[in-house]
């Protein structure tokens, strides 16, 4: 069974950093890209960074570009995202998926809530 499991939320200030991880289980983990997605609060689903885990190649929305790392840990099958210089407009729950186009993403794990108070 494939199951993704994000973690790593919280409440911080603006200019702030938080990191979030995503632990994928029940698959070859360097066959996949993983993704984060986010959704604020009356807004849609916005996909913001993905990491092909085989060859480490990255993509970032420009949202989030300068500012969000995303890195992975193949020995601990997880994906990081580095945030920092958060902004109020970061404020969304974050979800981890295989890949962060949120159409053609098959599994998704649960969200974790980012607050960023300004």
């Known amino acids: 069974e494939v199951q993704l499991q994000a973690s790593g939320g919280g409440t911080v200030q603006a200019g702030g950093s938080l990191r979030l991880s995503c632990v994928m289980t029940?698959?070859?983990?360097?066959?996949?890209?993983i993704g984060w997605v986010r959704q604020a609060p009356g807004k849609g689903r916005e996909g913001i960074s993905a990491i092909t885990i085989g060859d480490g190649t990255t993509y970032y929305s420009d949202s989030v570009k300068g500012r969000f790392t995303i890195s992975r840990d193949n020995a601990k099958n997880t994906v990081y995202l580095q945030m920092n210089s958060l902004k109020s407009e970061d404020t969304a729950v974050y979800y981890c998926?295989?890949?962060?186009?949120?159409?053609?993403?098959?599994?998704w794990g649960k969200g974790t809530l980012v607050t960023v108070s300004s």
């Open positions: 998926a295989t890949d962060c186009d949120i159409v053609t993403a098959k599994y």
């Open positions: 029940g698959v070859i983990f360097d066959q996949w890209t």
